[in-house]
């Protein structure tokens, strides 16, 4: 049989990445076809292209069998192609009728919401697709919001409809409902991409499987033809990682602990569900996880960002759950945050500024209210120096540097104000070998002088090779510690939700 | 003059305040549903005034002249458009210096054509249309079938935005611009000509309130005339949460609201005059707080659309 859709040799890079490498990718009516791999593996990315969302930099599309340019998502839903984003893309003031309608007839006509009514309730009654079409977007849970993105591509007719990490967000009785309704539309001679990290729903749903990983394809197969274990290896890959290097010291009095911790998220979901650990002085502890299994919530509820519903959180005896951030700083707890240029700087002050932010209020750097501008930029001179930050002066705005810079920047100030608990959250993405290499000398040494690290990472190497221990955070739970020398198959199960 | 002298007199003079700030709100109403907050309808209005003015003094039709205002208004507004559409510029800095540029040059074209007359030239003004038979009924005759020409156009122009922008595909997609071009835009719609065609279509109803002050109502420029007009304009879109109807109902009151400080500072001379002229302003902080969080506003309101 032909595939409805080939993607030859695909090819996309970004400044600093190859998020495709030379990617070849079918799609065949009447088959769910998975995409795995890890995050930043370049999943959407790939898919992306095939939406007409991205040009590719090589490779070529075949529809059909004839070669075609998809020069953005009108094309692409010409030729058949949908997409329901990672991110919903509604408008939640309009209707759900209302949403359904942008951009679907000429914009001469005037607007017939009862035939829209009409054609939403065509294309899902047979599939099990139920939504009130006068409800307004706002009112609707996000199972429901997300028929409504499959509506809207099946009223246009799409051959091939493309998810992309459908189910994160979804109740398992609402992934189940959706299953259903991939099922009937692949009974119904459609075909599907389904883009997951979940091994159970490949297993469940499938068709063919494809594995990205680090931008290539490492697998592509009939599901019948390959086990559970097979897959996770391809995603996860296969070399052996010792643990932390230069392991010295062994765990320090003075710990960092959390007990009971349950958070909400940011649609009042219960995100981190009863999570318990110590991390001690002289240690590493990672937490390996998919993104958006409770991380962010985790990490903001115990640098004080976010509120915990319950459970406690001390730093040396010392409760600090309900206290506020400059308090935890003063316990010397530090996070190094995931978003540099969001929250650990502000882009358009100098350096010398940005190194006193969290002092303002304190000596020496401020003298009843005035600022000691000397001594900020000593200090700040002291961290460009001591870390390595290639910068003209102390006096540049923190924005114009690179992001190895800044992120080498944020780590040495942290030190400065000196952090005994230190909170790492993906504290190399998207630096270079040179600046990666850096942030993590900082934090061995940093351990190895007695200080607690909590590395969250989406990096599984980077776990595997700094970290003394290791737990697997699924659903807001940390399902399983790992010890060295780790085991990488069984984290990369348990990440995707086996084995429990 | 007894109570119900002056309450007719405040009546008679409520459309005619009303039309130059109801014909600006629409505008301004499909330019922000569309995502694009133009603050410089007040020089925009200015602009039109003055081109109204000249063109009804040495061509002598009122006609031609609104035309032009409302081109005048529509070519000003296309430098917001450019600003803040194809360059992503701030829309707030962009319409200020709007406003600015308006309201000095409207001031300087003035001077060129008619320097320093002491009897300032004027030009007669439109009048009013008189719909027989039922201009005769007693009060209302007079009020609603005895007004200036825009006051009818004003109406037929509501209706007719009302029904585009929720009746037809194009009002749904402009609409959607508003709340999210990212996604209008996957879904076929182009931002950047709905975001045009709605700021150039703003700017050409402010162009016509402005021509309105001269050519219609008072016969005359002077500097500065709008006094405001086009800053409340923008507020009523607020109080009007983006339908032309609701914005049409705030221009009225703010006309009666108008007619009634004109009235009462012509009666009560000895108090300044200045205390009966800011109760526009007034009344339209109070709008502010009155209507606050409660309405939804354009989600992209202000935002510059950037394509990845
Ligand atoms: N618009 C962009 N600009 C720059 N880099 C990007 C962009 N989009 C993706 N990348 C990078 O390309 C790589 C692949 O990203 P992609 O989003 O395709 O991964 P993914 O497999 O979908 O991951 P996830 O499971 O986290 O969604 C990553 O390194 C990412 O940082
Ligand atoms: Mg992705």
Redesign the interface.
Known sequence: MEPYIRMVGITKKFPGVVANDSVNFEVYKGEIHALLGENGAGKTTLMRVLYG?YRPDAGKIYVNGNEVKIG???EA?RLGIGMVHQHF??????TVA?NV???????????EIEKIKAMIKDVSEDLGLYVNPDAYVHQLSVGERQRVEII?MLVRGVNVLILDEPTSALTPQESQQLFNVLKRMKDGGRGVVLITHKMYEVMEVADRVTVLRRGRVVLNALKGEISEKALVEAMVGKEVILGSPEKRSVPQKGALSVEGLVVKGDRGEVAVNGISFVVRGGEIVGIAGVAGNGQRELVEAIFGMRKAVSGKITVDGVDITNKDIRDRVSAGLELIPEDRLGTAVIPKLSLFQNAILHERWWDPYSKMGVLSISKARDLAKRIINSFGVATPNEQVQAGSLSGGNIQKFVVGRSMARGARYLIAVNPTAGLDVAATDSVRKTLVEFRNSGGAVLLVSEDLDELLSLSDRLYVIYRGKLVKEFLPQFDRLAIGEAMMGGQQ | MNISGIAIAVVLATFPSAIPIWLAALGETVDQASGVLDLGVEGIMLMGAIAAFVVDYFYHSALIAFIVAGLVGLAFSAVHAFISITLNGDQVVSGTALWFIGWGLSGVIYAAYFGLAITPPSVPTIGSINIPVLTSLPIVGKVLFGESPLFYISILITIALWSIMFRTQFGLNLRSVGENPLVAEVMGVSPVIYRYVSVLFGGFMAGLAGAYLTVGLTGSFYFDMTAGMGFIAVALVYFGKWNPWRVSVGAVIFGLVYALSAELESIYTSVPYQFFSMWPYIATLLIILAVGKSAHAPDALTMPYVRE
Do not use: C, H, Q, V
């Open positions: 969302l953005s998502p009108t839903l893309s509604l408008i939640p003031y309009f209302e309608a942008i951009g679907l007839g000429s914009w001469r006509n005037g607007l809207k």
